[in-house]
């Protein structure tokens, strides 16, 4: 019987590509982490199943097992002890749905909640925090919580409070704070000794004006620097060669 397509070959109707196979493609965490600063330590190259969820840094082992009798050793393979949690984050208002593994369920619950894993500021949390911990942490980090958070602790440690969303660098630390220092450094250049802003032009002229004044303290340096004796020499030599050079009168 034919077809709608009037084919004798039926009509394909499934497709052979797993989900977790098109879930797991570089493509797709391109897209999920294409608005979000890079992860410094990258995704997992050969477990890539760490690349969608919490694992805190587990991963699959291999070894043998041994009987007790004949001591004979058969291959085996040890999976991480994964979990599906909706576990709530304060900072959101709402539950997340998360793949987690039993050792970084203990530690959620030992750090008192899942934002307080996630805004973990030592380079052993980032690193298990994974491809989705960094994209999580990032989120989180976007809500008005966690940046009236940023900004009293820049409060209680003696510094500006800076306002706006709080945007992560490579390093984890703020992009915001590094463009401040770059502006502040930028403005110091540009002032004049009166404190007042310069022009490109008036900055021009102080460049050349302080210039000419360093070639004039190395010429003045240089002529300290001859011996008074070689100075009289030199003087001698200079006049027994006018007089050389000097025509003679008929």
Same mark, same amino acid.
């Given at each position: ?90 900072? $959101?208002? %709402?539950? /997340?749905?998360?793949?987690?593994? #039993?050792?970084?369920?203990?530690? &959620? !619950?030992?750090?008192?909640?899942? @934002? ?93 004006? $302080?210039? %000419?004044? /360093?070639?004039?303290?190395?010429? #003045?340096?240089?002529?300290?620097? &001859? !011996?008074?004796?070689?100075?009289? @020499? ?17």
């Amino acid at each position: 019987m034919n077809n709608l397509h009037g084919s004798l070959t039926p009509a394909r109707l499934f497709s052979s590509t797993t989900s977790h196979f098109a879930r797991g493609s570089r493509s797709t965490l391109e897209r999920l982490h294409r608005d979000v600063p890079e992860y410094p330590y990258g995704p997992a190259l050969w477990y890539k199943k760490a690349n969608f969820g919490l694992y805190g840094g587990s991963h699959i082992q291999f070894g043998n097992t041994v009987s007790e009798k004949f001591e004979l050793k058969n291959r085996r393979r040890w999976k991480p002890n994964v979990h599906n949690k909706q576990l709530w984050s304060a900072s $959101l208002g %709402r539950f /997340l749905r998360v793949k987690i593994t #039993a050792r970084a369920l203990r530690t &959620v !619950d030992k750090v008192g909640g899942l @934002d307080e894993y996630l805004l973990g500021e030592k380079p052993a949390r980032l690193k298990e925090l994974g491809m989705s911990g960094w994209l999580l942490r990032w989120r989180i980090m976007q809500t008005e919580v966690v940046r009236e958070r940023f900004r009293a602790e820049r409060v209680r440690l003696g510094l500006s409070p800076a306002n706006g969303a709080v945007r992560v660098g490579k390093e984890g630390g703020s992009v915001e704070k590094e463009a401040e220092e770059a502006e502040e450094m930028e403005e110091e250049e540009r002032r004049g000794p009166d404190g007042r802003f310069l022009t490109a032009k008036e900055l021009r002229q102080e460049i050349e004006g $302080l210039d %000419r004044e /360093l070639d004039d303290r190395e010429a #003045a340096a240089d002529r300290d620097d &001859v !011996d008074p004796d070689e100075a009289v @020499d030199a003087e001698g030599e200079r006049k027994d060669h006018s007089k050389r050079t000097q025509p003679l009168s008929l």
